[in-house]
């Protein structure tokens, strides 16, 4: 086999980019195939053109080649080697053969020969395929072998086993010295590679007749081959395959069997390949890994050794793949080529599990061994399972050798091999795919490609290559823009822009603003796509903010013509000082209005942060000053710029973005704070007020800037001392703006509104609050009273409040001393600020006055009740006989405890008070019903029954629906008078209750009876719902039953059928339900008879017939059922608890009880002394009977009434402990599962050695040369093992036969793999 | 469009190199920077010239024997507020103007010190040219040319009377400083400030791509 899997001498350590090394070292040197020696890049094709080698490029490839074949075609028994006479190629149209990765070859020299070799000497078609040293090996149909060298010519053939049938195995030893080859009628022959010549003819080692479908020799230390032919019975069913992997050494055992299940037609695949595996730690291990593959599921398994030397395979993942897989080959570690039976090739990147690349393999005519499975040579007494297993087999016709896939066609040998990431380059560009090239360079570059090959070395260093390589073809693709310029093609914009994201990509500045560049410069549409180009990077920051000046020049240029100012200004912003032409840029800031650019540059060029405050805010007033009442929106992006500008400043940060340098913070600070306070601005005119800056930015926004100050007061430079001292002086200049002396009008430019002027008293109050400055009393005394003004304006609510916190927080802060108490208390109840009086007067101790401010605030007037509840009485029945009405509004409930607790007798009063305000009265009447209703402890209100019918009428006149539930309770009324306010509220449900309760049944009854009539006309007018019918007759129904006989409930049953008399369906289903209800509600009081009698006398009710009347029978009867099970069991309960309490007694009675004392507590007389009877309690106090009073209880234990009973001793009882079932008890108890199956035969399985086939795939291919893989379909029978020392040249070799509990195994598994140390 | 058609592979011409240099002109305020560097890039005089801001940036290219010289010039304020400017321009150039007026001898006090500066910040190998604008107001003159040659003489700078005005001396002065500056030399101070690159193209990339366009 290949050197460079088999390195004798190598590390055992081998690492990924070491074997890639070799392989690629090899490949250029010393592979002597010839198509792995020439490497067709560009220079080669382009120097060369005439040269024709033996292999082909994949443009070689074309239809006349096919046809050639195609007319060369005998009809050997070969031609149905091939079934891939379906989809042959017939197709004129066809694209290029090769992918962007794989490339795909014909070697034309073998071809050429196996198509001679077919026509002259009859040698059939090719059949199997091998390759080794530098030789490659074909065997064909007719059983001719043919060796080539690597320069595709012809060295030997051999023809002297023509009659052994097809060939339908080839493999080299591991030095590609010896060729084993295998036919198909079970003959195998050992011969030297370099001269053809038969070494030794393998007799014993098959049985004849069966095809050798796989020799192998995988041991290169014991020279031992292994050839493998499975004896086949008939069997009809095809089993699921199961790979069963054995190691041989040191002694036999199964390392792992899996199941592979699929269709029939799917034959398993093995392959091996040594990975390179990132363990769950991170560090890398290199292991073989197994693929195998059955239909469209690959399983991979990792094989390691532990600590010893046993063997373990571990499952790794699990791929499922859109196709049926007919063969599967490492192709490298980290890609996989499979074959699938529609014979496209894919290439998967095992990692990711990606297909990379599919290439249609349609034209190879792959030689399938579908005649060997089948049998056809040895009489077909095959199975049809394996027939049909061996449908797609082509294991000796696609193997790998290094990193090529041969696919053997019937007349010709293909070579796939990946392309190494140059080629691939390279490919893409012969074809102008700039972009793609250009991707999968970025690929590269950023080590995210996939099926890499031929870059190595260390990640920096690959990096770099790759880099190179890229910038490479960059610089192509650019030039392929130049043409572009020459072409007048239209797609540059995307070229440039390509260009520049790659430029940028791959770091590659000096391309980037050289060389594209220069290119672009000279034609204004590139230039524009070129500069478009660089603004999102540069946004996102993935280009430097550093352009060249003749470029950043040019990008504001551009931009100032298409009026992008946004991102001109994002742009400018962003961009690094020293590569802006700042002449230009500041020119086009001002004329555009690009405040924060502006801003930008004056502070980062220049270091100059007072300029911005100087130029801006004149031009800000200006802009304040325009006519139009509301601010333009120039406007106001100037003021918020200069806003926030002076905020960053006065926070020591950068602006827009960024931390000022070191050292800055301080000047920057220092100096905008210099110039907001400047007295006059620099272009002053005569009639400037003081302070410009300041109040220009009051009148833009007062809020937004007090906020600014507010947040630079928090930092050190107005905390400290000195800092105060600023703070003072800031806040002095702020009052002296909003209180100035000589009062403006609206109409002056520098009017500041009061709200404005608010705002900075507000935010003044909280300095001084905080005390940071102090203000002195005539200051405060103006600011106090401008606070406390009463605007009529329309001022927002939350203005109000905001003052009144103000002059709150001033007043808690015990700042306002000075000011007397009168003067405040005018002041705020000319503002009406309600909180501040309140607080005036607590400090008052004038509480009767706090609670009435608080009664007055909507907000927490709800606050006052604990208020309410510490007045004195007197201070209490002053506030309530004014604010009754507001305070049972706000909560009568809570009023109503207040006048329960405190002012019972003064409810009259109240109540009087209320009488013009029904609504009012009614809920405080609520309320106190409530209390006198639900007694809680401390409260005690009886009610006048004056006020309960008083709030009776009240309920019925505002409440009726809750009328009804009112009186069933204890409504404490005069019943006749209740009865008469019902009336006169004409509330028939409550008056018909109230009947009830004076026990006048009939007159009820005959009301709701009337209603009930009354509602069911209404309802059949549609009027009414359906709900409020059926509440109505479970009403009635209800006062007939409590009537309980008084009553002659007939004349309802008799309403119910007469309205059955018109005929409406939906209608009647409601009467129905109607009755049924009704007689089911009175069988409990009623003769049953009676209605029965009833029903039957109004068929119509039940629509007459049976069912319907069994309906409601059985409806009736379930309801006196359950009404005798009611009373039943409410028999047995009553009786129950009795029979309880009566044992209780007894036993109590019985009991003995223990005297404490030996005299009576109450006379002190012995209790010998004694006339009548001793009593003793449960206690053990004793008494005499005639001391005892009633009723008896013990005096000296008065909490035990009665006779209490000693408590009794409850004896510790065992607990039963819960035992297992009596089966578990027994110690000895074994699982026992269900009855072993039998086992089948062996023996007769082994003897039927009658029928022959075979089926399998042996690959020794593997890395791991101890394992030999064994592919057998179940119930196969037995298999035999040969293990042969081929060494021993005419040694009969040692047959080595697997253990019984293998082959035991073997009866039901078909894949082995054993390992041979 | 259509004038693409016609275009010209940049730098297609046959000259073996284009050097790349940054000049930096510098000077008391109104003395004529702005103009010297209009009158050199444009051709163009204007009366009042607005005072430049910060600084501004123009390049020019000139040829000369087989070498192409293509200058980024910035033009700094000469407004004392912008002086803190100065150092970021002058840095990285490879070759400065000091301008003065000759009809104000403050400015060419003012000049000397911005040479003195130079001599001490500015990269060693800088080449430095006096220019005393404004020469066709020869009638107001206040610096003698003697004084000024002498003065360049010591200080080993070039020196011309120029004026932007009547284009004299302007594009002979930056011609000589053209001439001046070195060619070959590959590392100056420019490469490592990344700020004045200079490309110079292999001869054999530069044929190849030649071939192909003919």
Redesign the interface.
């Not at chain 1, 060029?605 to 100059?608: F, Q, S």
């Given at each position: 086999m290949a050197e460079n899997e088999f390195v004798p001498n190598s590390d055992e350590c081998l690492v990924t980019e070491a074997i890639n090394l070799d392989i690629e070292e090899l490949d250029n040197t010393e592979y002597a195939i010839p198509i792995v020696e020439e490497s067709p890049t560009l220079e080669s094709i382009l120097m060369e053109p005439d040269y024709e080698s033996l292999s082909e490029t994949e443009d070689d490839i074309v239809v006349p080649l096919g046809e050639k074949l195609g007319s060369s075609e005998t009809t050997s028994i070969g031609s149905h080697l091939s079934l891939n006479s379906l989809n042959k190629s017939s197709k004129t149209a066809h694209k290029p053969y090769s992918g962007v990765i794989l490339r795909h070859v014909i070697l034309k020299g073998i071809t050429s020969q196996i198509v001679s070799a077919n026509e002259r000497v009859n040698a059939g078609l090719a059949s199997a395929v091998a390759a080794g040293g530098n030789m490659l090996v074909i065997g064909t149909s007719h059983g001719l072998i043919l060796g080539f060298d690597s320069s595709q010519t012809l060295r030997w053939c051999d023809q002297e086993t023509r009659h052994q049938g097809s060939i339908s195995a080839l493999c080299f030893n591991y030095d590609g010295s010896r060729v084993l080859a295998g036919f198909v009628r079970g003959h195998i022959l050992m011969l030297d590679s370099s001269n053809g010549k038969v070494l030794r003819i393998l007799t014993d080692v098959h049985p004849l007749d069966t095809a050798v479908l796989h020799v192998k020799e995988f041991c290169p230390i014991y020279h031992c081959y292994c050839i493998l032919n499975l004896s086949v019975q008939s069997i009809d069913s095809f089993e699921p395959v199961t790979v069963i992997i054995v190691c041989i050494r040191p002694r036999m055992r199964v390392v792992l069997s899996h199941p592979l299940t699929g269709a029939a037609i799917a034959p398993p695949q093995l392959s091996w390949q040594l990975v390179v595996i990132q363990t769950a730690d991170g560090s890398r291990v290199i292991d073989p890994v197994l693929a195998l593959a059955r239909d469209n599921v690959v399983y991979f398994y990792q094989v390691y050794t532990e600590i010893g030397t046993r063997v373990k395979l571990s499952p790794l993942r699990r791929m499922t793949l859109p196709y049926m897989i007919s063969n599967l080959r490492w192709l490298n570690p980290r890609s996989l080529v499979v074959l699938d039976t529609q014979e496209k090739l894919h290439l998967l990147d095992v990692r990711a599990q990606d297909n990379l690349e599919t290439l249609d393999m349609s034209r190879v005519g792959i030689s399938y061994a579908s005649s060997h499975f089948k049998g056809l040579s040895t009489g077909g007494n095959v199975s049809k399972a394996m027939a049909l297993a061996g449908e797609r087999a082509c294991y000796n016709t696609v193997i790998v050798f290094g990193t090529q896939l041969l696919l053997l066609g019937t007349k010709s040998l293909h070579v796939i091999c990946m392309r190494t990431w140059t080629e691939r380059l390279q490919h893409l560009i012969v074809q102008k795919r700039f972009p793609e090239a250009l991707a999968l360079g970025l690929s590269f570059y950023q080590d995210k490609g996939k099926a890499v090959i031929g870059l190595r070395g260390s990640k920096q260093r690959r990096r770099q290559i790759a880099r190179d390589k890229v910038c490479e073809v960059l610089v192509q693709y650019m030039?392929e823009l130049?043409q572009c310029?020459?072409d007048?093609n239209t797609g540059y914009d995307t070229i440039v822009l390509t260009c520049v994201d790659y430029c940028i990509q791959l770091e590659n500045l000096?391309l980037l603003f050289?060389k594209l560049w220069?290119?672009v410069?000279?034609?204004e549409?590139l230039k524009t796509s070129y500069l478009h180009a660089l603004e999102a990077p540069l946004l996102d920051g993935s280009l430097q903010p550093r352009l060249?000046?003749?470029i950043?020049?040019q990008l504001v240029t551009l931009y100032d013509q298409e009026d992008k100012v946004d991102s001109l200004e994002a742009i400018v912003v962003l961009l690094n000082?020293?590569c802006?032409?700042?002449?230009?840029v500041?020119?086009i800031c001002r004329q555009r209005g690009l405040w924060e650019a502006l801003i930008y540059?004056q502070t980062t060029?220049?270091?100059?942060f007072t300029a911005p405050i100087h130029q801006l805010v004149p031009t800000l007033q200006n802009l304040l000053q325009d006519p139009l009442t509301t601010l333009s929106r120039d406007c106001i992006k100037l003021g918020n710029a200069i806003l926030v500008y002076t905020s960053c400043c006065l926070a020591g940060r950068g602006f827009p973005k960024d931390e000022l340098p070191e050292g800055m913070p301080q000047k920057a600070k220092a100096d905008i704070l210099r110039a907001l306070l400047a007295q006059h601005s620099s272009l002053a005119n005569d009639m400037e007020r003081q302070y410009p800056y300041l109040r220009t930015l009051l009148q833009f926004d007062a809020k937004g800037f007090l906020d600014v100050i507010a947040i630079a007061f928090q930092e050190p430079e107005f905390t400290s001392e000195m800092g105060l001292r600023h703070r003072q002086r800031l806040i002095d200049i702020l009052l002296g703006i909003v209180m100035s002396n000589t009062p403006l009008t609206p109409k002056n430019i520098d009017y500041i509104t009061l709200e404005q002027q608010f705002m900075v008293l507000i935010f003044v109050a909280n300095e001084v609050c905080e005390s940071t400055v102090t203000l002195e009393y005539n200051t405060l005394n103006k600011m106090i009273d401008i606070l406390c003004i009463d605007v009529h304006m329309e001022l927002s609510k939350d203005f109000k409040t905001k003052r009144e916190n103000a002059v709150l927080g001033l007043l808690h802060s015990k700042k306002l001393c000075n000011i007397s108490d009168n003067t405040l208390l005018n002041l705020a109840n000319r503002a009406k600020f309600i909180r501040v009086v309140e607080l005036l007067y607590s400090a008052r101790e004038d509480w009767v006055a706090v609670c009435e401010c608080m009664i007055l605030e909507p907000l927490r007037h709800h606050d006052v009740w604990p208020w309410l509840e510490n007045l004195p009485t007197v201070s209490l029945n002053q506030v309530i006989s004014v604010h009754t009405s507001t305070l049972v509004t706000i909560n009568a409930n809570q009023f109503a405890t207040i006048v329960a607790t405190r002012l019972q007798n003064k409810i009259d009063t109240i109540l009087q008070s209320l009488t013009n305000n029904l609504s009012l009265e009614y809920k405080l009447l609520g309320a106190l019903y409530q209390i006198a209703q639900y007694k809680e402890e401390d409260v005690s209100l009886e009610l006048t029954t004056e006020h309960l019918e008083r709030y009776l009428a009240l309920m019925c006149e505002l409440e009726p629906a809750h009328v009804v539930a009112h009186l069933h309770g204890s409504h404490g009324c005069r019943l006749d008078e209740a009865l008469k306010i019902v009336q006169k509220w004409n509330c028939k449900d409550a008056e018909a209750v109230m009947l009830e309760k004076l026990g006048n049944y009939q007159e009820a009854f005959d009301l709701l009876l009337k209603q009930f009539e009354n509602r069911l006309e209404i309802y059949r007018q549609d009027e009414a719902s359906e709900s409020e019918t059926v509440h109505a007759a479970i009403q009635l129904a209800g006062i007939c039953r409590r009537s309980a006989g008084n009553l002659d409930w007939m004349p309802l049953v008799e309403v119910m059928f007469r309205s059955h008399s018109e005929n409406n369906k939906q209608k009647d289903i409601l009467n129905g339900k109607l009755l049924r209800l009704i007689l089911e509600s009175l069988s409990g009081t009623s003769i049953l008879s009676n209605i029965l009698e009833q029903i039957l006398r109004n068929p119509s009710a039940t629509s007459g017939t049976m069912g319907d009347i069994r309906q409601l029978l059985s409806g009736v009867l379930t309801q006196s059922r359950y009404e005798q099970t009611l009373v039943e069991t409410t028999a047995r309960l009553v009786s129950l608890e009795l029979h309880k309490a009566l044992e209780t007694s007894l036993r109590d009675a019985g009991r003995a009880c223990g005297n404490v004392s030996i005299t009576c507590p109450v006379c002190r007389q012995p209790l010998s002394h004694c006339s009548d009877h001793v009593v003793v309690f449960g206690c053990g106090h004793g008494y005499h009977l005639t001391c005892l009073g009633e009723p008896k209880s013990c005096y000296k234990c008065l909490n035990t009434k009665g006779w209490a009973p000693i408590a009794t001793n409850v004896a510790h009882t065992r607990k039963k402990q819960l035992l297992p079932p009596e089966f578990l008890h027994h110690k000895d108890l074994v699982l026992r599962l269900a009855p072993s199956c039998s086992i089948p035969d062996l023996e007769g399985t082994l003897s039927a050695k009658t029928q022959y086939g075979s089926i399998g795939s042996l690959s020794s291919n593997s890395p791991v040369r101890s394992f030999v893989t064994i592919v057998k379909t179940s119930s196969f029978g037995h298999l035999d093992l040969s293990i042969g020392d081929m060494s021993n040249d005419n040694g009969i070799p040692d047959s080595v036969r697997l253990p019984t509990c293998i082959l035991e195994h073997f009866s039901q598994t078909c894949i082995i793999h054993a390992p041979i140390l | 469009m259509a004038t693409r058609g016609t275009a010209q592979r940049p730098n297609g011409s046959t000259q073996g190199k284009i050097c790349q240099f940054k000049l930096v002109l510098l000077g008391e305020s109104a003395v004529g920077k702005s103009s010297l560097v209009l009158r050199f890039v444009k051709g163009q005089f204007h009366e009042y010239q607005e005072s430049t801001i910060g600084a501004a940036f123009l390049t020019q290219t000139v040829c000369l024997d087989d070498t192409t010289v293509k200058f980024e010039i910035w033009d700094t304020a000469g407004q004392e507020r912008y002086h803190s400017l100065a150092p970021m321009y002058y840095r990285g150039a490879q070759a400065a103007i000091v301008v003065y007026d000759i009809t104000n001898q403050d400015t060419f006090s003012r000049a000397q010190t911005w040479v003195k500066e130079l001599q001490r910040q500015a990269s060693p190998s800088i080449v430095i040219a006096l220019a005393g604008n404004k020469a066709d107001l020869a009638n107001k003159r206040v610096v003698e040319y003697d004084e000024a040659q002498t003065y360049a003489d010591e200080n080993g700078l070039l020196f011309m009377e120029t004026s932007a005005k009547t284009a004299m001396n302007v594009n002979d002065i930056f011609l000589a400083i053209a001439k001046k500056l070195p060619k070959n030399e590959q590392s100056g101070s420019a490469s490592t400030s990344g700020q004045g690159r200079r490309l110079v193209e292999s001869d054999g990339q530069k044929a190849a791509t030649g071939n192909c366009c003919k």
């Open positions: 030039d130049n310029l020459v007048e000096d050289g220069d290119i410069f000279e034609s549409g060249p000046p003749l950043a020049q000082v020293d802006l032409d700042i002449h230009q500041t020119t540059l060029a220049l270091g100059d | -």
